[in-house]
């Protein structure tokens, strides 16, 4: 009986760390039709060098599906205060899921969810077989169990941090089911949420190991200092509302099957695809992984 094995990968992190692994540079490397490929090739470096060493028998690529979710809907500042995609960024967008479509990978999304939720949804279904996280936000950390484990990208190709349940325990000093309480209550700035004014990560983590929830700091308020009291009665309307925020919904209503993300290697279609897009170093990168057996048209 064949072991399944699936890497989930948060499609949109991947793209935007490598556009800005590269633009520093100005390497957005334009093909012929003047587009620039720089996140796409590196978003399928990224992923094929990870699947390399994890050797899936499944994949699926989570999207986010627009800018607005239900998070938008809860909270007006969410995400509201984050840049505009630069130019050379945003004709990559359609352009990074035609690319994963033509190397045979499964992409989902889900309008008015994130790919976050979806990847906690599709994880929750696969409970029990080994599942891989591939991204660059900590906040899929809070996915980790028994089954499941989280590469989170470091600087660099090739470079992850590897978390499994017992190595997030010995870091945080809390269960990863605990980690959105953390960040309800240290807040996050590039998601636009506040979390409680005045109270960092450190304090956040104290906390929880110490009552486990936010209902519990919440309910073991006069144990704690004057200071934190204040600052936590009068946070408390937004520690509710980052809590919401900062929870992964695993509840996507998204169609997801073992067949539909079997991977069973790049056919032909990849490489004229890296053909018709002047993507030759993925052809290079696609051979080099095994995933395409033969480079029919030549790319050295």
């Known amino acids: 009986m064949t072991t ?12 935007f760390r490598s556009f800005f692994q590269t633009a520093p540079s100005g390497r957005f490397m334009f093909n012929e039709q003047g587009i620039p490929t720089n996140a796409v090739q590196g978003l399928i470096r990224h992923l094929f060098t990870a699947a390399d060493q994890i050797r899936p028998t499944h994949i699926t690529v989570c999207w986010d599906m627009g800018k607005d979710t ?14 505009a995609p630069p130019a050379e960024l945003t004709p990559q967008f359609d352009l990074a899921q035609q690319a994963t479509a033509a190397f045979s990978l499964h992409n989902t999304g889900v309008k008015n969810y994130e790919a976050d939720d979806c990847i906690g949804t599709i994880s929750k279904w696969t409970t029990g077989e080994e599942t891989y996280i591939l991204t660059g936000d900590r906040d899929l950390l809070q996915l980790l169990n028994g089954s499941n484990f989280v590469w989170l990208l470091q600087t660099g ?7 499994d349940a017992a190595l997030f ?32 990560e450190k304090t956040a983590l104290k906390l929880i190991r110490e009552f486990g929830t936010t209902e519990g700091v919440l309910a073991g308020l006069d144990g ?13 309307d937004m520690l509710r509302m980052s809590e919401r925020l900062a929870e992964i919904h695993c509840d996507v209503p998204l169609e997801w099957t073992w067949e539909q993300a079997a991977f069973t290697g790049a056919a032909e279609q990849a490489l004229h695809f890296i053909e018709e897009n002047g993507m030759k170093g993925l052809a290079r990168l696609a051979r080099h992984t ?4 033969q480079d029919p048209f030549g790319f050295d």
């Open 4 to 15: 399944k094995k699936l890497l989930l990968v948060d499609g949109m992190a991947l793209l």
């Open 70 to 83: 239900f998070r938008t809907d809860m909270f007006d500042s969410y995400k509201a205060h984050r840049p």
């Open 157 to 163: 190709y090739g470079n992850w941090k590897s978390y």
């Open 169 to 200: 325990r010995e870091e945080y000093g809390i269960e990863p089911e605990q980690f959105h309480y953390v960040k309800a209550l240290m807040g996050d700035a590039a998601d636009g949420y506040p979390g409680v004014k005045g109270i960092g």
């Open 224 to 236: 704690l200092t004057p200071s934190l009291q204040k600052k936590l009665r009068e946070g408390e």
């Open 290 to 293: 095994g995933y395409v057996e």
